[in-house]
Structures are given as C-alpha cells and as structure tokens.
C-alpha cells in the first residue's frame, strides 16, 4: 500500500533557509526575472541539485489556496457597519462570496464565517487576510479551511 503525503503549513521563519531560497527560485523563474534554473539559484545562492530535490516539496501558501475556496474565520465588535466593510473588501480583492454565516451577538462580540471562492484573487491571499485584520471593529480574522 503506498503512503499518502502529509503536508504541514509552517510559518517561513521556522523553516530551513533552502526552503525559502527554492521558493524564490521558483518565483523568479515564473515572474522571468530569471531565464534559466542555473541563473535563479546563482542569484539566491543555492546549487541546482538543491533545488531540484526540493522543487516539487515547497510552494507558498498563496499558490495553494489559489481556485479554491477558503473558509474565513472572523470575531468582530458587535457594531453597525463592520460586515459592511468586510464585504467592501472581500469585493475589492476580486474574491467571489459564496456563503456567510454569523451567530447572534453576545458580550459586545460577533462570530462571523465568510466562504468564498478565490479564482479571481487580485491579491495574495496573505494581503487580504491582511485587510481584512486592519477593518475597523475586526478583532480577529484567520483562515479556517481552504
């Protein structure tokens, strides 16, 4: 019976600095800032073998949420307009609202989740997550699935 992969999401501080360098690797041979895998790793640092071992290993978050739908998480302040400018945002950044669901107030604090389909992402996910934290009345705001 073969083994089934495990994937972990860990925050890029945590991880080795080869990780990082062949994720920028794969970045500046998508953007083209690099024509070849021998010039991307020359520019970060790294040996080609390197990042052939690791290339089908790391990608970053941002790429693996994309045409997905994502389940947002939020807390808010129980006050007039917050899910207003939540919306403003989520329509901003191109992300398609699927579902929203809320549970009445109580201590002053109101819990929303926010589906949504992000094919038309205008920003990385990171970005919106972002946004979305620095809304006015938002104490929390996290991804709950993807």
């Given amino acids: 019976m073969a083994q089934k992969n495990k994937f972990y999401i860990v925050e890029a501080s945590a991880l080795p600095e080869v990780f ?3 994720a920028e690797v794969k970045r500046l ?4 800032e690099a024509a070849t895998v021998n010039d991307a790793s020359k520019i970060v640092g790294i040996s080609r073998s390197a990042f052939y071992k690791y290339r089908d290993a790391i990608m970053p978050f941002q790429n693996m949420m994309t045409n997905r739908v994502i389940t947002f998480q939020f807390m808010l302040q129980d006050q007039q307009g917050v899910l207003s400018l939540i919306l403003k945002v989520f329509a901003e950044s191109g992300a398609n609202i699927q579902t929203i669901n809320s549970v009445s107030p109580s201590n ?7 589906t949504a389909e992000t094919t038309g992402l205008a920003l990385s996910l ?4 972002h946004r979305l934290e620095g809304i006015p009345g938002v104490i929390r705001a996290e991804i709950l699935a993807g």
């Fill in 20 to 22: 990082l360098k062949v």
């Fill in 29 to 32: 041979l998508s953007t083209g």
């Fill in 108 to 114: 002053g604090c109101a819990f929303l989740t926010i």
């Fill in 126 to 129: 990171e970005e919106l997550l």
